[in-house]
T-cell receptor
Framework: LAKTTQPISMDSYEGQEVNITCSHN???????ITWYQQFPSQGPRFIIQ???TKVTNEVASLFIPADRKSSTLSLPRVSLSDTAVYYC??????????????FGTGTQLKVEL | EAQVTQNPRYLITVTGKKLTVTCSQN?????MSWYRQDPGLGLRQIYY???????DKGDVPEGYKVSRKEKRNFPLILESPSPNQTSLYFC????????????FGPGTRLTVT
């Protein structure tokens, strides 16, 4: 199983871009990378997933270099409501489904005024 | 509305008293999982089911049982709970198609005294 490593915490201010990097050196050829967001006392919620290069949706971008040993979640213009824990997940199904899963320990993002 | 439901949301019990946490999804998903979340350890997968009557162990299956007799339900059974099973538990479901995301339930906070 690919082990993932993320920073424990990050601080930012409203309106700034936030980049959270996840390291997954042992990622397998058929593994996907997925990011989830979790607010206190709630289940994680899907943000974005990718396999290689760059993926963008309405809330975030995901950058994956050619060697796929890391990935970076980019949140443009964060607001207070983006304060949450962000998890990087590597697994053999897109979107994080499956039983060969490794969740990181998460990055606590705190956004201030 | 697509959702995963869990019951109960909160449970306090004593060591050795068998309990079941129910999980149900309304999305006709084939895959379902159980996770536990502990401070500093992120989300760890307990068990996983690929379809009816098909289950597999995750990272931390000791002390837990599951069954998948119907596609929509995936109960988690603790035959003889112990204090080290005090945790926050999440059920999730996943199916191919769409964004391939896992849908998580609201969580069950279990305390074993």
């Amino acid at each position: 199983l690919a082990k993932t490593t993320q920073p424990i915490s990050m601080d930012s201010y409203e309106g700034q871009e936030v980049n959270i990097t996840c390291s997954h050196n042992n990622i397998a050829t058929n593994d996907y990378i997925t990011w989830y967001q979790q607010f206190p006392s709630q289940g994680p919620r899907f943000i974005i997933q990718g396999y290689k290069t760059k993926v963008t949706n309405e809330v975030a971008s995901l950058f994956i270099p050619a060697d796929r040993k890391s990935s970076t979640l980019s949140l443009p213009r964060v607001s207070l409501s983006d304060t949450a824990v962000y998890y990087c997940l590597v697994g053999d199904k897109p979107g994080g489904g499956g039983n060969k899963l490794t969740f990181g320990t998460g990055t606590q993002l705190k956004v201030e005024l | 509305e697509a959702q995963v439901t869990q019951n109960p949301r909160y449970l306090i019990t004593v060591t050795g008293k068998k309990l079941t946490v129910t999980c149900s999804q309304n999305m006709n998903h084939e895959y379902m999982s159980w996770y536990r979340q502990d401070p500093g350890l992120g989300l760890r997968q307990i068990y996983y089911s690929m379809n009816v009557e098909v289950t597999d162990k995750g990272d931390v299956p000791e002390g837990y049982k599951v069954s998948r007799k119907e596609k929509r339900n995936f109960p988690l059974i603790l035959e003889s709970p112990s204090p080290n099973q005090t945790s926050l538990y999440f059920c999730a479901s996943w199916g191919p198609g769409g964004r391939h995301e896992q849908y998580f339930g609201p969580g069950t906070r279990l305390t074993v005294t």
